[in-house]
């Protein structure tokens, strides 16, 4: 049997996924060594049937992982990134929501507002900063 895990990931999934990030050696958060965990380890149980993350031995920031690769769904987080990514993301989704945009010109939309490329547009790869200013540019637009 070939049982799936990131040191053998699916070569399927993984080409499947657009602009994948490395996987984080080094956390950008304390320099502390990152290894495999999984959800277990960081959320008490495992939610899925890939339920891993990467997480750093210093500081406990993690990041999950696309199913079935060994591509981390975006940048290590520690709680005020996963706190800010979680809160400042509730304009944006009113925004495409409301239908006065797609979900993807949104993107574009807020990738130019924040002057990077749309394929980096995404709240996983944000810091806490840029979740913040994402956020002031959504609430303005949706103010207007
Ligand atoms: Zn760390």
């Known amino acids: 049997m070939d049982i799936k895990t990131p040191?053998?990931?699916?070569?399927?999934?993984?080409?499947r996924v657009k602009n994948p990030l490395?996987?984080?050696t080094q956390c950008h958060h304390c320099s502390g060594l990152v290894r495999i965990g999984t959800h277990e380890e960081v959320y008490g149980r495992d939610y899925s049937d890939w339920p891993y993350v990467y997480l750093c031995e210093g500081c406990g920031a993690y990041v999950g992982l696309?199913?079935?690769?060994?591509?981390?769904?975006?940048?290590?987080?520690?709680k005020r990134t996963r706190e800010a990514r979680k809160s400042c993301k509730l304009p944006f989704e009113r925004i495409w929501r409301?239908?006065?945009?797609?979900?993807?010109?949104a993107y574009k939309w807020l990738a130019d507002k924040m002057g990077i490329p749309t394929?980096?547009?995404h709240f996983g790869w944000f810091s806490a900063?840029?979740?913040?200013?994402?956020?002031?540019?959504?609430n303005e637009w949706l103010s207007r």
């Open 22 to 24: 490395p996987a984080p």
């Open 119 to 121: 394929d980096e547009c």
């Open 129 to 138: 900063e840029q979740c913040q200013t994402a956020m002031t540019h959504c």
């Open 7 to 15: 040191s053998n990931p699916s070569r399927k999934a993984t080409a």
């Open 98 to 105: 409301s239908g006065r945009m797609s979900r993807t010109e």
């Open 66 to 78: 696309h199913p079935f690769t060994a591509i981390p769904l975006g940048t290590l987080a520690d």
